[in-house]
């Protein structure tokens, strides 16, 4: 009994328990079970029994926003003086002892910024639940699918944003906030995450997680493709760490660099022309607490986007204007192009053409 009155509960942890999923807690659960149960007993025609850990546990949830903890005092006949004493002491223990140390965690909401196309919010079973728009609110827990020719840009913080994109289903699986910290995991279970943190602080932390690998950063601009059992991470900024927990291998990515990880295999590379065009889309999604001009990258030549995109196109109006510069984004109505001069917002009625240079 003393193993387990030493023990810091749960709350997530120990309604999992009590619903019957593996965990350390349903193990404890499952010992004082037994040993509450041995502890019943029968004299003559009375049952002496306990509450079951269910009607504790909700009585225990409901008394937290009670302004005092009402003591739980079951009006039973006891059989003996020892079995009144152990039920006592085995009460004690399970109701009071443990949840005064219960430390509440705030979740919050997160802000959605642009949505393109077609994304919904999911039930467990995969069916959907809403379309996805700039209206709608998102919380811990909240599953996303994306389709395909669609992205959702989300504010996680003010001060990091991700962009899903397209064929991607996703669960926000963590949003933690105290004061100036954050903690956020996002569960990837397929398809890729574009991601901008900018400078977290020590108590802070950012994980996109995996089935069987995580990302962890500080402040840096990267992607996480999942797709096909091959897992990619591929840095333009700052670094990340790669994990995979149940063999302990560890890989750090730098700048520039890319892994692929595959049937247990790591290959690091230096950052293809592929996805350093992906990770170019993250000057367009805006942090709230960063000015949209340190964002941007520096283009004072064509040659300049060519180096950083891979590619040059042109695109030429009905009225005659020619833009030359990279095509960065489309929606229904307009064409988004990057030119040397800045970028420009192209209504698809006046598209003559679109063509790559280089």
Same mark, same amino acid.
């Given at each position: 009994?003393? *193993? ?31 040993? #509450? ?5 029968r ?21 937290l ?19 009144a004493?152990?039920?006592?002491l085995?009460?004690?223990?399970i109701y #009071? ?15 959605i ?10 039930n ?48 926000? *699986? ?12 996002v569960? #990837? ?27 962890? @950063?500080?402040?840096?601009?990267f ?34 660099e890319?892994?692929?990880q ?17 990770l ?14 340190? #964002?941007?990258? @520096?283009?004072?030549? *064509? ?11 042109q695109?030429?109006?009905?009225d ?19 030119? @040397? ?12 053409? @679109?063509?790559?240079?280089?």
């Open positions: 009994m003393m *193993e387990e009155s030493n023990m810091k509960w749960n709350p997530d942890e120990l309604t999992s328990a009590l619903e019957g999923q593996e965990n350390p807690a349903k193990k404890i659960l499952d010992s004082l079970r037994s040993k #509450l149960k041995k502890m019943e007993t004299s003559g025609s009375e049952t002496v029994s306990f509450p079951t850990f269910e009607d504790l546990w909700r009585k225990h949830l409901a008394d926003n009670q302004p005092k903890v009402v003591p739980f005092a079951r009006k039973a006949k006891i059989a003996s003086s020892f079995l004493a152990a039920a006592g085995c009460f004690a223990f #009071l002892f443990p949840f005064t140390k219960i430390t509440k965690e705030n979740s919050y909401a997160v802000k910024h642009d949505v393109s196309g077609d994304a919904y919010v999911v467990s079973d995969g069916s959907r639940r809403s379309h996805l728009n700039l209206l709608s609110n998102l919380e811990k827990g909240d599953r996303i699918q994306v389709e395909e020719g669609s992205f959702v840009d989300l504010y996680l913080t003010g001060q990091a944003s991700i962009r899903i994109r397209e064929n991607s289903d996703i669960i926000l *699986e963590k949003m933690i906030q105290d004061l100036d910290m954050h903690k956020i995991t569960y #990837l279970s397929k398809g890729s995450i574009l991601a901008h943190i900018h400078k977290l602080n020590k108590t802070s932390q950012f994980v996109i997680r995996t089935e069987d690998s995580k990302v962890e @950063v500080r402040g840096t601009k992607l996480t493709e999942n797709k096909e059992g091959s897992l990619t991470v591929a840095v333009s900024e700052g670094k990340v760490l790669v994990s995979q927990p149940s063999t302990g291998l560890s890989q750090e990515i730098d700048s520039n890319e892994v692929i595959s049937s247990g295999d790591w290959k690091k590379t230096k950052l293809g022309s592929m996805n350093l065009r992906s170019a889309e993250l000057d367009y999604v805006s942090i709230q607490d960063v000015p949209q001009s340190e #964002l941007s990258r @520096v283009i004072q030549s *064509e040659e300049d986007i060519f180096r950083i995109y891979s590619i040059l196109e695109v030429s109006t009905t005659g204007e020619n833009y030359r510069g990279v095509v960065f984004k489309m929606d229904e109505k307009f064409i988004y192009i990057r030119t @040397v001069k800045g970028e420009s917002k192209i209504p698809q009625s006046k598209i003559n053409e @679109v063509e790559k240079i280089r």
